[in-house]
């Protein structure tokens, strides 16, 4: 079984800053991508950004230059640096990662949800 814990939530003043964690745990063979969702009530869920393995990066347009997703492979944990905060960007967090089973067989999990409040 493999559980995503997420930490990291909070309320933020407009312009502050937040860092999200995720943590992947549990038996498994490999991660292949971990990344943020995010979701306004009333709204669909939206992609934030995203990271591989391997490194490669994508971001939502609305956070690009706003937003790092970094990884710890070692760690198995995927960050999300996100600066410069707008009260647009108010929503509950979710983590996702793509994760290989032992069978090769990659599985889609996601975290519990962090809430992320930006408001003065």
């Known amino acids: 079984q493999v559980q995503l814990v997420e930490s990291g939530g909070g309320l933020v003043q407009p312009g502050g800053s937040l860092r999200l964690s995720c943590a992947a745990s549990g038996s498994f063979f490999s991660i292949i991508a971990m990344g943020w969702y995010r979701r306004v009530p009333g709204k669909q869920r939206e992609l934030v950004a995203g990271?591989?393995?391997?490194?490669?990066?994508n971001y939502a347009d609305s956070v690009k230059g706003r937003f790092t997703i970094s990884n710890d492979n070692a760690k198995n944990t995927v960050y999300l640096q996100m600066n410069s905060l707008k009260p647009e960007d108010t929503a509950v967090y979710y983590c996702?990662?793509?994760?290989?089973?032992?069978?090769?067989?990659?599985?889609?999990?996601w975290g519990q949800g962090t809430q992320v409040t930006v408001s003065s």
């Open positions: 996702h990662a793509q994760i290989a089973a032992k069978t090769l067989i990659s599985f889609d999990y």
């Open positions: 990271i591989t393995s391997g490194g490669s990066t």
